[in-house]
């Protein structure tokens, strides 16, 4: 089936290229002070019907723009600039900015798939930029967006990562890498890590959306969008080739941590590639020393002449397993033909190590560690996404864009008890096939966004275990159905925003989405005696939202926004078997309905002068029909046997209603002598309707920074905190979590509140070097953000070198 899809799509999108064939003239811009290219202008005619950003390396495509046209220069940092196509030719395409005393306006979010300017758009967005990605070296894609310090990040292990947004994680938040959806058939609703597939080295900027984006992206986009945009191919703007290599070292002392990093950009006028690769190897990581001493592997399990044993751990501070290496690729290929048409394609490759779940590892039974072994197998990740957009008005659009890809996941869980001599493979590959075509249109001052999506996906489960004495290997009940499993949608969406005056902007849409499933067991090699040999489930759903921005003054905004978003079962929701805690096992269950986010957000946002700016932001969200496990019978009994352990039988079922609120707050301000001072509270808190707690609040956090910007010098000493979740207010899933919780007076699991201090700084050595260092958690404390598995980072020295030339 999926073959069959992939040639059908591949024929109509080759048909589509050869049809929209039409060169351009590219601009330079780059920083007056430090030559470096400025990413994120936007440049905009004076109706500003017509409007173009820079990439990453402060390119520009001129294409649209008349030769007396005034084109607007606007970027958050720098001066606002007017010049006409003319006047840039006599300059060379080249021009240079400086920086204004604010950061005023920030112009370019994905908010509907096409660049939009921030201040006609209603959601909450924070954009991370190259620059900051670059000064706060991120090990993984996970930390990158931990960057923002508006998005709590959960770790089960070294190789994890777990976004929390608004009170919604896993598969109520969306992931999106250059227009194509990662989340697949089998995100689960428990703590996920594939973002670390991700490249931080070649992401050129990331946009988070909060609050429901199901309009333009979606199932899934309940409590936001993380959408990732990595680098492109940079053309010639000259008949002279154009080429440009970056290279990066680092090292990491907490774990040891060495990463390598290369990219080559080759370019001519109307062709050019992108090849880039990443390796990084992490050893075992090193908590702090000071504080929650119950936090410390005091021992392990090690394989000593061919017996489990449990040894005294040296360096109790140090995790023991959690170490891990990743290899990443990419390659892009990039086509202009003509001034109205763009081709790119580009090829990602992920693969980790085994990634050892620390979590399960400190797990105990009868005062004892429970398992020898538990790793997650190599994460593998590939994806192919051909991109094309077109430039051409007519009766139907202005500008067109699709994207047709295919993704292939694999994951693995590898498991065996303390002295048990089984050891247990699951397997999971997903092969994901997908087609988005966007459209928008001008219609005076007012623009029509529309679009459709189309994706299926193939699921192969596969399990076995293997006694690791003797070598046998013997079948055993794999995770999902083992017979056919197969996932689509289809849905189409229209949005309408409208400019009323200067004063007022309205966006409205509206989007249906219908989702079919089906599974099949082969009930010859089940393990339990299911009632049934497939299930399935053809459902739809309907949202919309509408979104007002007033801005009074040049210096003050309003947005108030109404939206919704959904979650239609996947695989996982529906067909999954597998342990979920001690002593409970979660049975299928096809009786299941999309869940709803019914959400209401309001910001306030104010420039206090020319040095200043504060934003505040509340939401309020209502979910209804929410997919939660419940105690439920199989065969008409509570319980059954798994893994030889008697079970509480639980089933997904549509629900709770569930009710979550909250703040943040953001506030910077330029002071003299180069200095800048920022700071940010995200306050959430959420419960279902019978005033139980749910899993994925995070705790109050934040962050408060003193940063010196004075090229080549930039410094900054930060501090981030995290509140205190009692343990009344932990999820009743996490109050029997023993393992991973700092213990109360009553020997009751809760999580504490933490602070650390962190210092970075960069170095422009010359045009060619740039160097980083900095010590993270400095006073050595140690912590575990709320819901880990896994103590965070003790004190840690880094040291990079990056060069560009």
């Known amino acids: 089936m999926a073959s069959v899809l992939f040639k059908q799509c591949s024929v109509l999108i ?90 005023l306006k920030e112009f370019v979010v994905s908010a509907y ?31 990158l967006l931990g960057t923002s310090d508006e998005i709590f990040i959960q770790k089960s292990q070294l190789g994890g990562g777990s976004p929390m947004i608004r009170g919604f994680a896993t598969n109520s938040v969306l992931l999106v890498v250059d227009g194509v959806r990662m989340n697949n058939c089998i995100y689960r609703s428990g703590n996920l890590h594939n973002v670390i597939s991700l490249d931080p080295h070649t992401i ?13 992206y979606g199932s899934d986009a309940l409590g936001g969008v993380m959408d990732f945009h990595t680098k492109s191919v940079q053309l010639s ?23 390598g990093h290369v990219d080559f950009n080759y370019g001519r006028r109307k062709w050019g590639f992108l090849t880039s690769l990443s390796y ?17 592997r005091m021992e392990y399990v090690k394989r000593i002449d061919g017996r489990d044993s449990i040894v005294d751990n040296e360096n109790p501070d140090k995790q023991i397993p959690s170490g891990y290496d990743q290899f990443n ?20 490759l992920s693969s980790t190590s085994n990634i050892p779940r620390y979590d399960r590892l400190i797990q105990r039974s009868n005062g004892q560690l429970k398992n020898a072994e538990w790793y997650y197998g190599p994460q593998k990740w590939m994806m192919h996404a051909l991109n094309g957009k077109l430039n051409q008005s007519g009766s139907l659009f202005n500008n067109m864009q699709f994207t047709f890809a295919f993704q292939n996941y694999e994951e693995s869980r590898h498991d065996r008890g303390y002295k048990e001599e089984w050891l247990r493979h699951r397997t999971e590959n997903v092969q994901a096939l997908s087609l988005n075509i ?73 989007r249906y989405s219908h989702f079919d499933i089906y599974s099949t067991l082969d009930t010859s090699a089940a393990y339990y005696n299911f009632p049934f040999s497939k299930m399935s489930l053809s459902t739809g759903a309907l949202n919309g939202s509408v979104g007002l921005v007033y801005r009074p003054q040049e210096d003050w905004q309003i947005n108030l926004n109404g939206s919704s978003g959904f979650h239609a079962p996947n695989i996982d929701d529906m067909a999954k078997v597998f342990d979920s805690e001690p ?90 002598f180069n200095m800048q001072f920022s700071s940010n509270l995200t306050y959430t808190r959420g419960e279902d309707d019978e005033g139980v707690a749910l899993r994925h609040i995070a705790p109050t956090f934040g962050q408060v920074s003193m940063k010196y910007d004075n090229k080549p010098l930039v410094l900054s000493v930060y501090s981030r905190f995290n509140g205190k979740i009692s343990n009344e207010r932990l999820a009743p899933s996490e109050q029997t979590k023993h393992h991973m919780y700092a213990l109360n007076e009553r020997g009751q699991p809760y999580s504490p509140a933490w602070w650390t201090l962190n210092f970075k700084g960069s170095y422009r050595v010359n045009q060619y070097l740039t160097l980083n260092a900095g010590v993270e958690n400095v006073l050595d404390v140690r912590y575990r953000p709320y819901s880990s598995g896994i103590a965070a980072t003790g004190r840690n020295f880094m040291v990079a070198l990056r060069a560009h030339f």
Do not use: C
């Open 583 to 672: 002593e409970s096992v979660v049975m299928p269950n096809e009786n299941l309905e999309p869940e709803y986010a019914y959400n209401i957000d309001w910001a306030v946002k104010k420039h206090l002068g020319q040095r200043s700016l504060i934003e505040l932001t509340g939401f309020y969200t209502w979910l209804q029909d929410a997919l939660v496990r419940r105690e439920a019978t199989f065969n008409g009994k509570d319980s059954i046997m798994y893994d030889g352990v008697l079970s509480q039988v639980h089933k997904m079922v549509n629900a709770d209603k569930a009710y979550i609120h909250g703040l943040s707050l953001d506030f910077n301000i330029l002071l003299p």
């Open 113 to 143: 798939r096409w660049e939009q300017n921030k201040e006609e758009v209603p959601n909450k967005i924070t954009t991370i930029s190259k620059q900051q990605i670059d000064f706060q070296n991120p090990q993984t894609a996970a930390d």
């Open 329 to 348: 690729f990419m390659q892009k290929f990039r086509y202009r033909p003509g001034s109205n048409f763009n081709l790119s394609y580009g090829f990602h």
């Open 280 to 296: 990084s190897s992490y050893d075992d990581l090193e908590m702090g020393s000071h504080d929650h001493p119950g936090y410390r």
């Open 14 to 103: 080759v048909l589509m290229a050869f049809s929209m064939l039409g060169f351009s003239q590219e601009l330079k811009i780059y920083d007056a002070e430090t030559l470096e290219p400025i990413g994120n202008v936007a440049l905009y005619g004076k109706d500003k019907r017509h409007s173009v950003i820079s990439d990453q390396n402060g390119i520009a495509d001129l294409k649209g723009f008349e030769g007396r046209d005034s084109i607007y220069f606007q970027h958050p940092t720098y001066r606002p600039v007017i010049r006409t196509k003319a006047q840039l030719k006599e300059l060379g395409y080249s021009i240079a900015l400086k920086k204004r005393v604010i950061q």
């Open 438 to 510: 966007d459209f928008d249109k001008e219609m005076g001052n007012d623009l029509l966004y529309y679009g459709l999506e189309y994706a299926y996906n193939h699921l192969n489960s596969t399990a076995f275990k293997e006694h690791i004495v003797s070598g046998e290997e013997l079948p055993t009940q794999t995770r999902y159905p083992n017979g056919d499993n197969d996932y689509s949608t289809f849905a189409g969406y229209i949005s309408y925003k409208k400019n009323i005056g200067e004063q007022f902007t309205t966006i409205t849409g509206i």
């Open 237 to 259: 703007t000259s008949d002279q080739e154009h080429q440009n290599w970056n290279v990066l070292t680092r090292y990491s002392s907490a774990n040891n941590e060495m990463t």
């Open 204 to 216: 050129e900027n990331s946009e988070v959306i909060f609050g429901p984006g199901s309009v333009t």
